[in-house]
């Protein structure tokens, strides 16, 4: 059943178009992530759904009830800010049921609730503390306690975690992920870290400049990127991409020719068929991850410049034709900047672009 609802969102500040145009929907229970880099509206977007920010065209509806200018209290949406935005003169208690007495909730109901959320996040301990007295983590929890007690229809998060330390960001990003299978609730979340949108979505909306870019699991949207820029953004490190030639269009492959590629060349097969010709520049992206040393079938010739040990996997920078190149390799391979590597992958993990950046492929 769909949840949430946009229908061609648009926002205008003055002049400026922010959101030019955004649709998707949500069903219950779904874990929604909003990604793009900073700037591409992410927040705004999530204002819009909290009815903080006026929608300047286009409908926006929660479970099945259109409230594109219903104001916020009605809407039933908490929203959790990265500043968290504690009062910082109330305790944790007070700070949790602060909505609740704002609607005048009886005050036992009101105790009942921020004691539940209290043992959900495990601060039950802390309720009579200031937040100044409290860790980064505990603030972001008391912060999301006040959404809780709300039994919000949708929680709305923007970038909850990125004033945490790298550390605690993982464990409150665990933390989330369980909240959201012990709630069952319907949650929007706001980020640039490709990691939390990964992990936690069971839907990435990848945005750039007010637009939808692609919509889809995690999985969809790694292994079938529609353009550069989502296969850029989803997976760390990114992904490589080599401008080569095509020098032939045989049936169901393409000759490319570029000067990482082992003996200049590569044949790839296609289901291209039509889209490309004999001349044109085509996109080849490679997975750091997906590139292998010591093939016996090298797709790549390249040479190494730096290589960075990580414990368990070792990261190398190398350059192929001019191209750089990067590759994530298990373990500590004994390697010399300047060495030549012999590079492969599978073939089915190359990825094809046209020269405008569109995937070429339908599946891989
Ligand atoms: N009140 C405002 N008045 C004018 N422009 C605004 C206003 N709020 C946001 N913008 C502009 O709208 C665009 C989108 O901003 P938004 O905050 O939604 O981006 P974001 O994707 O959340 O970025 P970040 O990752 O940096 O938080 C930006 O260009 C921003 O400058
Ligand atoms: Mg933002």
């Known amino acids: ?8 969102i648009q926002k205008k500040f003055g002049e400026m178009s922010v959101i030019k145009g955004v649709s998707f929907s949500a069903q ?35 479970d ?6 219903e104001e916020p209290a009605k809407r039933e949406v908490s929203m959790v800010f990265q500043s968290y935005a504690l009062y910082p003169h109330m305790s944790v208690f007070e700070n949790m049921a602060f909505g609740l007495r704002m609607i005048k909730l009886p005050e036992d109901q009101i105790k009942a609730r921020v004691l539940e959320a209290a043992r959900i996040l495990q601060i039950e301990a802390l309720l009579e503390r200031k937040p100044k007295a409290l860790s980064g983590g505990q603030r972001q929890r008391v ?19 990125s004033n945490l330390d790298a550390e605690l960001r993982t464990q409150m990003r665990v933390e989330i992920a369980k909240l959201h299978r012990n709630l069952g609730a319907t949650m929007v979340y706001v980020t640039h870290d490709q990691v939390e949108a990964m992990t936690l979505a069971d839907r990435i909306v990848v945005l750039r400049g007010g637009l939808v870019e692609q919509i889809g699991t995690p999985t969809e949207l790694y292994d079938r990127p529609a353009n550069t820029f989502v296969a850029g ?30 003996g200049g060349s590569l044949t790839v097969a296609s289901d291209t068929a ?3 010709k004999t001349g044109d520049t085509i996109i080849v992206g490679m997975r750091p991850e997906h590139l292998t040393l010591d093939a016996a079938n090298p797709v790549l010739t390249l040479a190494l410049d730096i290589s960075e040990n990580l414990g368990g996997s070792t990261q190398l920078y190398t350059t192929g034709g001019g191209e750089p190149v990067t590759l994530v390799v298990p373990g500590r391979p004994s390697l010399n900047s300047g060495d030549g590597l012999n590079v492969g992958i599978d073939a089915s993990h190359i990825y094809l672009f046209d020269a405008a950046g569109q995937a070429l492929r339908a599946s891989h």
């Open 64 to 69: 099945g009830k259109d409230v594109t200018y």
């Open 28 to 62: 219950k229970g779904e874990f929604v992530v909003f990604v793009g880099p900073s700037g591409c509206g992410k927040s705004t977007l999530l204002r819009m759904i909290a009815g903080l920010e006026d929608v300047s065209d286009g409908t926006l509806s929660i």
């Open 143 to 161: 912060a999301i306690g006040r959404s809780i007690v709300r039994n919000p229809k949708i929680f709305l998060f923007d970038e909850p975690l």
């Open 233 to 262: 953004f989803i997976g760390s490190p990114k992904m490589n991409f080599l401008a080569a030639t095509v020098d032939g269009v045989d049936g169901g492959s393409l000759k490319l020719s570029h000067p990482a590629f082992a």
């Open 1 to 8: 059943m769909t949840f949430l609802q946009l229908n061609n």
């Open 274 to 276: 039509g889209r490309v």
